[in-house]
């Protein structure tokens, strides 16, 4: 796969927390200069728990940028040079305090290849167990429990609006059918 | 829905072409008050393409910020003020020729919402007809035609990596077989 914009230049606009910006120029094969707009952001993994009764593990929580409570599959930020199946099992271990038995790999996807450099690496987590970790009850506050079949249907019908959940959502069902799981 | 984060104050950091970034204070329900980075995004269609022998019409591009080719449906931004339905009949022309008699709204997702205001609206086009625009044949160069059952083997295997088209080719599956379409 030939590359065909050659970066020439590059400037950091912001550095934040989460993302940094940088503006670069980048030669097209044609010769042609462009600036190219580039958000930085570490990536991250979500995890689909899917207990022995067909049940799913889910977190609600409130999304600045988009102003609204989203239901979400658990998920985090991988951390400067974590390995993505670590970061599963540590996010997993402290949105839900499960452990899996039998980590999926689902594979990956880009949320916004056009400007950022995000990437989203997506597990189906089965063989659920409680783990050594007791989070305070607190914490489970905003867990909430669904079956796969209507995970779908919130998919389907927009209920569901975030990304890495309505991908790991369909994988996992064509993953079960395709496996003859269930 | 409540909302849990309230915005106290707000100040853009970065001003560009794609994106805009902001970082805001925002105040939490136990009164604490935090920052908040945001990247303002106008938002965007992806439009699956599917003929009436089961063949879909793909975008190839290199995408600058992962620096790779990537197989992708026809998407573009809104413009100021755009309807989402409108976008998708205009980019659905401009990058394929192709009109559809029968525009489907599959939904829309949040691509980051732990950081970005984007939001992209997927849609099915079925019956295509070859529309009154008619680009340069140089401009048909990066369509690519493949079968929607391949399509969905590319996804599952990881050989198609952007969000939409994961998102737009699992719901097109699903949304064919929940109404008995082929």
């Given at each position: 796969m030939k590359c065909v914009e050659e970066p020439i230049a590059g400037e950091y606009k912001y550095k934040g927390v989460i993302v940094?910006?940088?503006?670069?120029?980048?030669?097209?094969?044609n010769g042609k200069v462009v600036n190219r707009e580039v958000v930085e952001h570490p990536g991250g993994?979500?995890?689909l728990p899917l207990?022995?009764?067909g049940n799913c593990y889910m977190v609600?929580?409130?999304r600045y940028p988009v102003m609204k409570e989203m239901l979400e599959i658990p998920a985090g930020k991988?951390?400067?040079?974590?390995e993505h199946l670590r970061c599963a099992v540590r996010e997993l271990s402290e949105e839900t305090g499960f452990e899996s038995d039998d980590?999926?790999?689902?594979?990956?996807?880009c949320t916004s290849p056009g400007f950022s450099?995000?990437?989203?690496?997506?597990y189906l987590a089965m063989g659920l167990r409680a783990g050594n970790m007791h989070p305070d009850e607190d914490e489970f506050l905003n867990v909430e429990k669904y079956s796969l079949k209507e995970l779908l249907r919130m998919c389907m019908d927009g209920e569901i609006e975030d990304a890495k959940t309505i991908v790991a959502v369909l994988k996992t069902s064509e993953y079960l059918k395709e496996n003859n799981i269930r």
């Open positions: 940094d910006v940088r503006l670069d120029k980048a030669r097209l094969v993994v979500g995890i207990d022995s009764e609600r929580q409130f991988l951390e400067k040079g974590e980590l999926i790999y689902l594979g990956k996807f450099t995000e990437i989203l690496h997506v």
